[in-house]
């Protein structure tokens, strides 16, 4: 093992020690060193950091500006045991925020999204499916929050679902209608029967007993999409489009109902799991409808002033 490599083990297992998971800059800093190696360095200088973060071509700047800020963090702490090693400048490449263009699902699109999975031949993934689309459907968690519940987590007498492995590594609490605790319950009853003795603890099980994987929900998210004619060359519903429906037909019904958006919007953002409530402010520009209403209640505000 060459001394960077060594060095990047250090790091990584330092961090990691703090709770930060760290699966794509592990991959990347051993690349790094790799190249570094292979270049006869010892060290990290800031021309070959930027020609290794632009090694990928046809590629968006964004992604160049990811590579170069996972090298300034590892240089960062380079530098205290090596002083030569140079930290590269943050501002090499241009770098823009992009967001997707959400689709945002109607009633209509649930049921039909619903009504696939429950068709889908093997029973267990029948079962599954429907009842990770339903629940992404009303509770806006993410796809890896859901994944990743046991069934300790599921509290379905008292209607709360305990998200132990949320972005950041934080723990929340997610209410649940008792319509949707008695759609899980009847899930449960009928992953029981089919699946006995199954091979994990996890709440939402595959056909082999097994948690159910992300890619074979998205996968199959992708072919439904495709039969019902929603996806199409030019849209591309994504299962994250789901939570985005969460949140904003609960925005809308604030502004409908008279409530106090702005008063209320941490508690959108704690329920949703955002780190910042500006992530939450976001949804304010993904609907068009969203974007009526606010404006009409900036035109009654000011109305009011004259």
Same mark, same amino acid.
């Given at each position: /093992?060459?001394?960077?490599?060594?060095?990047?083990?250090?790091? #990584?297992? @330092? %961090? $990691?020690?703090?709770?930060?998971?760290?699966?794509?800059?592990?991959?990347?800093?051993?690349?790094?060193?790799?190249?570094? =190696?292979?270049?006869?360095?010892?060290?990290?200088?800031?021309?070959?950091?930027? %020609?290794?973060?632009?090694?990928?071509?046809?590629?968006?700047?964004?992604?160049?500006?990811?590579?170069?800020?996972?090298?300034?963090?590892?240089?960062? &702490?380079?530098?205290?045991?090596?002083?030569?090693?140079?930290?590269?400048?943050?501002?090499?490449?241009?770098?823009?925020?992009?967001?997707?263009?959400?689709?945002?699902?109607?009633?209509?699109?649930? $049921?039909?999204?619903?009504?696939?999975?429950?068709?889908?031949?093997?029973? /267990?993934?029948?079962?599954?499916?429907?009842?990770?689309?339903?629940?992404?459907?009303?509770?806006? /968690? $993410?796809?890896?929050?859901?994944?990743? #519940?046991?069934?300790? =987590?599921? =509290?379905?007498?008292?209607?709360? *679902?305990? *998200?132990r492995k949320a972005k950041g590594d934080r723990e929340r609490l997610v209410p649940l209608h008792p319509t949707s605790s008695d759609a899980l319950r009847r899930y449960a009853s009928t992953r029981d029967r089919l699946i006995p003795t199954p091979r994990s603890d996890a709440f939402f @099980?595959?056909?082999?007993?097994?948690?159910? #994987? !992300?890619?074979?929900?998205?996968?199959?998210?992708?072919? *439904?999409?495709?039969?019902?004619? #929603?996806?199409?060359?030019?849209?591309?519903?994504?299962?994250?489009?789901?939570?985005?429906?969460?949140?904003?037909?609960?925005? *809308?019904?604030?502004?409908? +109902?008279?409530?106090?958006?702005?008063?209320?919007?941490?508690?959108? +953002?704690? &329920?949703?799991?955002?780190?910042?409530?500006?992530?939450? &402010?976001? &949804?304010? +520009?993904?609907?068009?409808?969203?974007?009526?209403?606010?404006?009409? $209640?900036?035109?009654?505000?000011?109305?009011? !002033?004259?």
């Open positions: /093992m060459s001394a960077l490599k060594a060095r990047v083990d250090e790091y #990584l297992r @330092l %961090r $990691r020690a703090l709770g930060f998971k760290l699966k794509e800059e592990g991959r990347l800093l051993g690349q790094l060193a790799a190249y570094l =190696d292979a270049a006869g360095a010892e060290t990290i200088s800031t021309e070959l950091a930027v %020609r290794w973060a632009g090694l990928p071509v046809a590629v968006h700047p964004n992604h160049w500006s990811k590579r170069l800020r996972v090298v300034r963090g590892f240089a960062a &702490y380079l530098q205290t045991l090596d002083p030569r090693t140079e930290i590269p400048p943050p501002d090499i490449f241009p770098h823009s925020r992009q967001r997707a263009t959400p689709y945002l699902f109607s009633e209509h699109d649930i $049921r039909r999204l619903m009504a696939e999975a429950r068709r889908l031949r093997n029973p /267990m993934r029948a079962a599954s499916y429907e009842a990770l689309f339903g629940l992404l459907a009303v509770s806006g /968690m $993410r796809i890896g929050e859901a994944l990743a #519940l046991e069934r300790k =987590d599921v =509290d379905l007498d008292a209607g709360v *679902i305990t *998200i @099980l595959s056909s082999a007993g097994t948690p159910v #994987l !992300a890619v074979g929900l998205q996968t199959t998210f992708r072919e *439904i999409m495709t039969r019902v004619g #929603l996806r199409t060359e030019k849209v591309h519903p994504r299962i994250h489009d789901l939570r985005h429906r969460v949140a904003v037909n609960t925005l *809308i019904g604030w502004y409908r +109902s008279g409530v106090n958006v702005n008063e209320q919007m941490p508690t959108l +953002s704690t &329920y949703l799991g955002h780190v910042s409530p500006s992530d939450t &402010y976001w &949804y304010l +520009s993904a609907s068009p409808e969203l974007m009526a209403l606010a404006a009409d $209640r900036m035109a009654d505000r000011f109305g009011a !002033a004259r």
